[in-house]
C-alpha cells in the first residue's frame, strides 16, 4: 500500500512528458505568432497543429523559439524534439533533416501595390525588378531563378510588406497563408492572379529519428482521417484546393467560416491610434517586456563578469607577462575584437558541440558575450595601467611589496580610475549586443520586441516602449559607475589644504 | 651599516660605453655623502642598481653583508633573493617623489608597513605619526598627495622611506624639483635624518647641497674620480673634471 502510494506520489510530481517543438514567433501570422489582442498566448495553427500532434502522442507540446533559418540546425543540436514553422519540403531540407508526410500545401502568391501600373504581374517581368520576401524560402528561389532582384528581410513578414507599401521594392513573392494575412488585409495591395509555384510544408526531424518521424507521419494521418486538420485549416481561412487535394479531401469548399482570420482581421487590420494604445495595449506587453529585460539583464551582467575577471588577466598578461604570454593575450584580444560576435556566438553554440562541448543556450549565450568583451575590457584596463607612471611601480617595489601586492594596492586603484567610463560605455554595448543571444533560442528583450510587433503590426509605439525599457536598465548602471569614478578620484581636483 | 659597490659594469644595450665602468667606492656607516657629476655620468643609475631597480652585469653591491652579485654571476633567484634582503635595509626617495595619489599622507606612510613588514595597522600608524612629526608634517597627516606643496611631498616620500626603518637612504635628486628656496630646507631635513644614524647617498647637482655633506664622491664616465669631505673635494679639487664640473655650476 505503502509502495503505491509512493509511486503515486512519485508520477505525480514527475514532469510531463514533452514535445518539444521549435519555431520562430517572428515569423508571424498565420504560422506561430503572440496574439495581438492578448500577447502572453502564443497562436498561429502550427500551434493548434503541434498540440494536436502532442495529444495523439500522448506528449504536451512545448514551443522553443528560435531563428526560423536557424531552426535545422538547432533540431539538429538536440535544442527540440522536431521544427515545425513552415518547413518547406525541398531537397536541400530532406539532406540535413527527415521531414514527415507534407501536412500543408500553398502557391507562392506575387503582391503588388494597388493601383501600381508598372508592378510586374507575371513571372517573366520579375526580371531585375526589386521583389521582397523572406530568405531561404522557396519564393527566394523562384525568384532568383526568374532573375529578380531578391530583397530579404530576416525580421517579420510584416516588414516585407511594409517596405512594399512604401515604394522600396515593387513587389513581394510569399506562400499564400502570408499574403492571406498580410497583404489581403490591406486595401493598399493587390494579390496578382497567376501560377508562381507552390510550397508544401512538412514536420522536420533529426536525421536517424526516424522512429519519432514514423510517429508524427501516424498521428498526421489520424488528424487527417478524423477531420481535426480540415477544421483547424478552415478556421484559419487556409482550405483551399491545393490543401484538400494534399490530404485527399474530396470537398474542396471550406464548411465553416475562418473565425481565427476574421479575428486576425480585426485586431491588426487597422492599427488603433497611439495613445489608446499606450491605455489598452502596451500594458499587456509590459510583462513581456519586463521579462525579456530581465534575460537581457542576467545574460548582460554575467557576461560582464566574466569579461572583467579575463579582461584583467589579459591585460596583465600583455603588459607583465613573459613574452610567450604577452603575445598569447594579443592574439586573444585582436582574434575576439577582429571577429564579429555574431560568428563568435554562432561558433560557440553550434561549433563546439562538435568537439563535444554542448553548452545551453543561457550559457552559450553568456560565454560568447564574455569572451568578445573581455578583449574590449583588457584593452581598457590595459590603457588603465599604462596611465599609471612607472615609477609607481618602482616606488612600490623599493618599498618591499610584491609584484603582486604592487598591482593590488598600488596600480589597480589608479588604473580603475580611467578604465571605469570605457567599462560603462561597453556595459551599455553589451547589454544591447545581448539581443543577438536570439539565434540561440532565447527571447530577450529585443526579440521579444520583434515578434510582438510583427504579430500586433506595431512598429513604432512598440520602439518606443522597448527602447525605454532599455534605457531604464542602462541608466542606473551608468549612475552606479559615475558614482564608483567619483570615489576613485576623490583624491584629485582638490586645491592646496 | 656600510655599502660597499666593486667594480660594478652597467652597459645600456645600444651605447658604446658601459654607464658604470668598474665603479668601486665605500661608504662608512651613519654618514651623510653626496654624489657628484655631469648629467650622465651615472650616478642615477648606480642608485638604480643598488636597489635593483635596474640589473648590472659584473660586479657586487654589498649592503650591510648582504652581496648583490651582477646578472653574469649569479642566477635569478639568487639575486631576486638577496635584493629582496637588501631592499630590507634601503630606502630611495624619487626625484619626483613618487608618492601614490591614491593614499592620503599617513596611508603612504603605513602601506608598506602594514603589507610588507606585516605590522598591525594601529603600530604602523603610530610610527607613522612619529615619523610625519619628526619631519615637521603632523599638521598634513590626513591630506592627499596632491593637497602638498612640493617641500611636503618631499618630506612625505622621505618619511614613507624612513618608516620601513632603512639603514641606508638613497636620494635622487632631491632639489631638482623643488624651488631654490627651499635648498635649506632639505639640508636641514637630511641632516635631521642623519642624526638618526642612517647612512645617506644623495645624487645632486646642487653645490650647496653638497657643501653641507659629511663626505662628497664625485663621478665621471662610470667611475669615482674624487672622494672625501666636501672642504677637500670642492674647495681644493684634485681633477680636472671635478674642476670643470665646479665651474661650470658656479
Known amino acids: ?497 | 651599516m656600510t655599502l660597499k659597490v666593486t667594480g660594478v659594469v652597467r652597459h645600456y644595450p645600444g651605447n658604446p660605453e658601459p654607464t658604470l665602468k668598474e665603479l668601486s667606492f665605500d661608504l662608512p656607516e651613519g654618514t651623510l655623502t653626496a654624489l657628484l657629476g655631469k648629467s650622465g655620468a651615472g650616478k642615477s643609475t648606480l642608485l638604480r642598481c643598488v636597489m635593483g631597480l635596474e640589473p648590472f652585469e659584473k660586479g657586487t653591491i654589498e649592503i650591510d653583508g648582504v652581496v648583490i652579485r651582477g646578472t653574469t654571476e649569479s642566477t635569478a633567484a639568487e639575486r631576486h633573493l638577496a635584493l629582496a634582503r637588501a631592499r630590507e635595509r634601503l630606502g630611495l626617495v624619487f626625484q619626483n617623489f613618487e608618492l601614490f595619489p591614491h593614499l592620503s599622507v599617513i596611508d603612504n606612510c603605513t602601506l608598506a608597513l602594514i603589507k610588507v613588514k606585516r605590522q598591525p595597522e594601529a603600530a604602523a600608524k603610530a610610527k607613522a605619526r612619529e615619523v610625519l612629526v619628526q619631519l615637521g608634517l603632523e599638521h598634513r597627516i590626513d591630506v592627499w598627495p596632491e593637497q602638498l606643496s612640493g617641500g611636503q611631498k618631499q618630506r612625505v616620500a622621505i618619511a614613507r622611506a624612513l618608516c620601513m626603518e632603512p639603514r641606508v637612504l638613497l636620494y635622487d635628486e632631491p632639489t631638482s624639483a623643488l624651488d631654490p628656496s627651499l635648498k635649506a630646507e632639505v639640508l636641514q631635513t637630511l641632516q635631521r635624518v642623519d642624526a638618526t644614524g642612517v647612512t645617506q647617498v644623495v645624487v645632486t647637482h646642487d653645490i650647496f647641497l653638497a657643501k653641507g655633506m659629511e663626505y662628497v664622491c664625485v663621478l665621471d664616465h662610470g667611475q669615482v674620480i674624487e672622494a672625501g669631505p666636501p672642504a677637500q673635494v670642492l674647495g681644493a679639487p684634485s681633477h680636472e673634471s671635478t674642476r670643470e664640473l665646479l665651474k661650470h655650476w658656479q
Open chain 1, 1 to 497: 500500500m505503502h509502495a503505491l502510494l509512493l509511486l503515486t506520489a512519485l508520477a505525480a510530481a514527475a514532469p510531463e512528458p514533452e514535445l518539444r517543438w521549435g519555431a520562430d514567433a517572428q515569423g508571424g501570422a498565420p504560422y506561430v505568432f503572440q496574439d495581438p489582442t492578448d500577447p502572453n498566448h502564443l497562436i498561429g495553427f502550427e500551434v493548434e497543429l503541434a498540440g494536436a500532434l502532442g495529444k495523439k502522442l500522448g506528449l504536451r507540446a512545448r514551443p522553443i523559439q528560435g531563428p526560423w533559418d536557424k531552426l535545422l540546425e538547432l533540431l539538429e543540436r538536440g535544442d527540440f524534439d522536431l521544427a515545425l514553422n513552415g518547413i518547406e519540403v525541398a531537397a536541400e531540407k530532406k539532406r540535413v533533416a527527415l521531414l514527415s508526410r507534407p501536412y500543408f500545401s500553398a502557391p507562392e502568391r506575387l503582391t503588388i501595390r494597388r493601383g501600381d501600373a508598372n508592378a510586374p504581374r507575371t513571372l517573366e517581368a520579375l526580371k531585375g525588378r526589386q521583389v521582397g520576401t523572406l530568405p531561404g524560402s522557396m519564393a527566394e528561389r523562384i525568384l532568383t531563378r526568374a532573375g529578380a532582384e531578391v530583397r530579404t528581410y530576416e525580421g517579420g513578414q510584416d516588414e516585407i510588406y511594409a517596405d512594399l507599401k512604401l515604394g522600396r521594392t515593387d513587389a513581394v513573392l510569399l506562400d499564400a497563408p502570408i499574403a492571406i494575412f498580410y497583404a489581403e488585409i490591406d486595401s493598399d495591395f493587390e494579390n496578382v492572379p497567376g501560377e508562381f509555384g507552390s510550397v508544401e510544408y512538412a514536420v522536420a526531424f533529426r536525421l536517424g529519428d526516424e522512429e519519432r518521424q514514423a510517429q508524427v507521419n501516424a498521428a498526421l494521418e489520424a488528424l487527417i482521417r478524423d477531420g481535426t486538420l480540415r477544421a483547424l485549416y478552415e478556421r484559419w481561412g487556409l482550405w483551399s484546393p491545393e490543401v484538400a487535394r494534399l490530404l485527399g479531401d474530396p470537398d474542396l469548399k471550406p464548411r465553416s467560416p475562418p473565425e481565427e482570420l476574421m479575428r486576425w482581421r480585426a485586431a491588426v487590420g487597422k492599427l488603433p491610434p497611439f495613445w489608446e494604445r499606450v491605455r489598452t495595449r502596451y500594458p499587456q506587453v509590459l510583462p513581456l517586456f519586463l521579462k525579456g529585460a530581465g534575460l537581457s539583464l542576467a545574460v548582460s551582467l554575467l557576461a560582464m563578469v566574466l569579461a572583467i575577471v579575463l579582461g584583467v588577466a589579459l591585460a596583465m598578461g600583455r603588459r607583465y607577462g613573459p613574452t610567450v604570454v604577452s603575445v598569447a593575450c594579443v592574439a586573444y584580444i585582436e582574434f575576439f575584437r577582429g571577429t564579429p560576435l555574431l560568428i563568435q556566438l554562432t561558433m560557440v553554440y553550434f561549433g563546439l558541440p562538435e568537439l563535444g562541448v554542448k553548452l545551453s543556450p543561457f550559457v552559450a549565450g553568456v560565454v560568447a558575450l564574455g569572451l568578445n568583451y573581455a578583449a574590449a575590457e583588457a584593452e581598457n584596463y590595459r590603457a588603465g595601467l599604462e596611465s599609471v607612471p612607472a615609477g609607481q611601480l618602482e616606488a612600490a617595489t623599493v618599498l618591499g611589496f610584491s609584484r603582486l601586492q604592487s598591482l593590488r594596492f598600488i596600480v589597480a586603484p589608479q588604473a580603475v580610475r580611467i578604465a571605469i567610463p570605457p567599462m560603462t560605455n561597453d556595459f551599455i554595448a553589451l547589454l544591447k549586443d545581448s539581443s543577438l543571444v536570439s539565434i540561440v533560442t532565447l527571447t530577450e528583450l529585443t526579440k521579444t520586441y520583434t515578434t510582438l510587433a510583427s504579430s500586433m503590426r506595431d512598429h513604432l509605439g512598440l520602439g518606443l516602449l522597448v527602447a525605454l525599457v532599455y534605457l531604464l536598465i542602462g541608466l542606473p548602471f551608468a549612475q552606479l559607475a559615475r558614482v564608483v569614478e567619483r570615489r576613485f578620484a576623490r583624491h584629485l581636483k582638490r586645491g592646496l589644504a
